[in-house]
């Protein structure tokens, strides 16, 4: 068990106990049944609003309690008035205590308070870690197709409202399974980073990148045109084509690409997609 589970632990039944000494024990501090309503309904209420909105709402309720119900019952014993006629079986003594108990039950609620908000801060922490990795590649820390149709719906957008275009280059690896099944998962794998450090080393810091499938990518090239990504694939058929081997021995590789430009035309993401993976089968690099 952690520290802090320990913590919350302690201060939840340190706060059971006093709220239990002040619902249960009020008969025995107040003879007057009005007065013992009024108190238990005045605590829940505090309370309920300190473990919501947190200690310092509490406690300046709190205060303004002890200052008006304190008030009115100094002036009361001290003049003898009947205009509190319940205020006159509420002795002094008891006053403190109950006030005491107040101080504590609101302090104690307060630090429930916060640890419901840090659980909720880590639990959205962990939320969006889980989310991150879900769109993540985790071999080339690249991001997946899901991100990339996010991101696609993105770039539309300010394309549109920019009127500049963007492009799309889809590249698969030729023989993927073969080379996986002939060199194995850690030579596969090598091949794959391979790959994905060469489109690091050229693209630009605003271009993204994605690996959409086991054999295939997706680059995205912000604010370029049909024939700047034209150039773009003949960089990477030069720096692509030949894979080392990690004992050394170097391979060809050989790639299918395709290409979309976004014209500000009505077409949907997965239209553009279907495109693209159609386009694969007959363009080589």
């Given at each position: 068990?952690?520290?802090?589970?320990k913590?919350?632990?302690?201060?939840?039944?340190?706060?059971?106990?006093?709220f239990?000494?002040?619902?249960?024990?009020?008969?025995?501090?107040?003879?007057?049944?009005?007065?013992?309503?009024?108190?238990?309904?005045?605590?829940?209420?505090?309370?309920?609003?300190?473990?919501?909105?947190?200690?310092?709402?509490?406690?300046?309720?709190?205060?303004?309690?002890?200052?008006?119900?304190?008030?009115?019952?100094?002036?009361?014993?001290?003049?003898?008035?009947?205009f509190?006629?319940?205020?006159?079986?509420?002795s002094?003594?008891?006053?403190?205590?109950?006030?005491?108990?107040?101080?504590m039950?609101?302090?104690?609620?307060?630090?429930?308070?916060?640890?419901v908000?840090?659980?909720?801060e880590?639990?959205?922490?962990?939320?969006e870690?889980?989310?991150?990795?879900?769109?993540?590649?985790?071999?080339?820390?690249?991001?997946?197709?899901?991100?990339?149709l996010?991101?696609?719906?993105?770039?539309?957008?300010?394309a549109?409202?920019?009127e500049?275009?963007?492009?799309l280059?889809?590249?698969?690896?030729?023989?993927?399974?073969?080379?996986?099944?002939?060199?194995?998962?850690?030579?596969?794998?090598?091949?794959?980073?391979?790959v994905?450090?060469?489109?690091?080393?050229m693209?630009?810091?605003?271009?993204?990148?994605?690996r959409?499938?086991?054999?295939r990518?997706?680059?995205?090239?912000?604010?370029?045109?049909?024939?700047?990504?034209?150039?773009?694939q003949?960089?990477?058929?030069?720096?692509?084509s030949?894979?080392?081997?990690?004992?050394?021995?170097?391979?060809d590789?050989?790639?299918?690409?395709?290409?979309?430009?976004?014209?500000?035309?009505?077409?949907?993401?997965?239209e553009?997609?279907?495109?693209?993976?159609?386009?694969?089968?007959?363009?080589?690099?």
């Open positions: 068990m952690t520290t802090w589970s913590e919350r632990i302690q201060i939840t039944l340190a706060f059971i106990l006093f239990l000494i002040a619902i249960f024990f009020f008969p025995l501090l107040v003879d007057d049944p009005s007065s013992h309503l009024i108190l238990s309904v005045l605590f829940i209420t505090i309370v309920i609003i300190t473990f919501i909105k947190g200690t310092i709402l509490g406690l300046i309720m709190t205060l303004f309690y002890i200052f008006s119900f304190g008030s009115a019952l100094f002036f009361t014993h001290l003049t003898q008035t009947t509190f006629p319940s205020l006159h079986t509420f002094i003594q008891t006053f403190f205590l109950v006030s005491f108990i107040l101080i039950i609101v302090i104690l609620a307060g630090a429930m308070h916060r640890f908000e840090r659980y909720d880590e639990h959205r922490q962990i939320a870690q889980f989310e991150t990795l879900l769109t993540i590649d985790l071999v080339t820390g690249f991001d997946n197709r899901s991100r990339l996010f991101d696609m719906r993105s770039e539309m957008s300010r549109k409202r920019y500049e275009p963007f492009t280059i889809m590249l698969q690896i030729d023989h993927f399974h073969a080379f996986y099944k002939l060199y194995g998962e850690l030579e596969g794998n090598n091949m794959i980073r391979m994905a450090d060469g489109m690091e080393e693209m630009r810091i605003s271009d993204r990148k994605y959409i499938a086991a054999d990518f997706v680059l995205l090239l912000p604010h370029t045109a049909e024939e700047g990504a034209l150039v773009v003949r960089k990477l058929k030069e720096r692509l030949e894979h080392r081997l990690l004992n050394g021995k170097k391979v590789l050989s790639y299918h690409v395709s290409q979309y430009t976004y014209d500000l035309s009505e077409v949907t993401r997965e553009v997609m279907t495109m693209m993976e159609s386009e694969l089968k007959s363009s080589e690099l």
